[in-house]
């Protein structure tokens, strides 16, 4: 393997020259030496150890992220506007899927630190809880941006999911729906809890009345609402002309198993989802939902990442806008 000292023998400088042009140091060196020293760098074909030089530097130019699912469709725009500004500042991304688990987010949170990360993007409020009751933040002092709602003082980026879902059912409201059920992600999770808040306060503020029976929890996959329809009144008195997801995936399973039923959509139930997955606007009936700019939270979680690592204030608080997408599953043509 070839040392910095041999790059050093080869150019007929010193190790700690070498040493100043690899780190871009402000010490003044001759442009001929500059030169000399990178030709010597590509000749040998040189490597720089970069345990080495983030000891040196105090710095690894990685970050971690950590997802709850990386297999929902929800999430892989956010990994790529993540990863893009991530890149072009010169940062490598550590992906860290945890399944939802609290040992598994706590492990990766152990390899990060060893790893000794420049930074963290946490996506949702509950791995950051995982986090707070393993007392990471009381032991590291590792630069963290959140992507959601959270309890603590970290950094958020985030969309006001009980605004946009308040939007969400009253765009069924303003269709004539009374009966109006829910399937809900689980109770842990901040999201669902500030989509839940929307839901009963679009009803309250209609004068109607929260029916208990409506509200079925579910875990944002696609079988959980698959499975949520059978808990719902589909006929006879009392039946629900409509459903609203809190995510796109648990609409399709819910549109599915209403169909099974042999339920038309929307003409007997509509169908309402959340974040506006790709595969929203290919199914049949195409699915209304409110759309979530997943690619822009990604970027720009990282971009105020970047700015705490370089030392400057941010807002506690970034809020993107969302918007009603209104399709096939909610819309009689």
């Known amino acids: 393997m070839v040392t910095i000292k041999d790059v050093a023998r080869h150019a007929g400088v010193s190790v700690t020259t070498v040493s100043r042009v690899l780190n871009n140091s402000q010490h003044p060196i001759n442009p001929t030496t500059r030169e000399r020293v990178l030709a010597a760098i590509e000749e040998l074909g040189f490597c720089p150890n970069a345990a080495a030089r983030s ?5 690894t130019r990685t970050i971690g992220l950590i997802l709850p699912d990386i297999a929902n469709p929800y999430y892989p725009g956010i990994v790529r506007g993540v990863e893009d500004v991530a890149h072009a500042s010169g940062y490598t991304v550590i992906l860290c899927n945890t399944d939802r688990s609290r040992e598994r987010t706590q492990e990766y949170l152990r390899v ?12 949702g409020g509950g791995a950051v809880e995982d986090a ?42 303003s269709l004539g729906h009374r009966r109006i059920a829910t399937i809900t992600g689980p109770g842990a999770s901040t ?6 808040a929307g839901y009963k306060q679009a009803l309250q503020d209609r004068g109607i009345e929260i029916d208990a029976r409506l509200i079925v929890e579910g875990n944002f996959e696609f079988d959980s609402g698959y499975q949520a329809v059978a808990r719902l009144p589909l006929r006879g008195a009392g039946a629900i002309t409509a459903i609203f997801a809190h995510n796109d995936l648990m609409a399709i399973g819910a549109m599915k198993a209403l169909q099974e039923e042999g339920l038309q959509l929307p003409r007997d139930v509509a169908v309402m ?8 606007s290919y199914i049949t009936p195409q699915l209304s939902t409110v759309a979530v700019p997943v690619y822009d939270l990604g970027m720009t979680a990282m971009k105020v990442l970047a700015e705490v690592l370089a030392g400057r204030e941010v807002p506690p608080v970034t809020t993107l806008a969302t918007s009603l997408q209104v399709r096939e599953s909610t819309i009689i043509k």
């Open 273 to 280: 989802g959340f974040d506006n997955v790709p595969l929203a």
């Open 191 to 196: 999201t669902a809890r500030d989509r839940l």
């Open 55 to 59: 000891l040196q530097l105090n710095e």
């Open 112 to 123: 990060l630190r060893e790893k000794r990360v420049d930074g963290i993007i946490f996506t």
């Open 132 to 173: 707070s009751q393993s007392h990471f933040f009381e032991q590291e002092n590792i630069a963290t941006v959140v992507i959601g709602r959270h309890r603590g003082n970290l950094p958020a980026v985030q969309v006001d999911n009980t605004q946009a879902t308040w939007e969400a059912v009253e765009h069924l409201l």
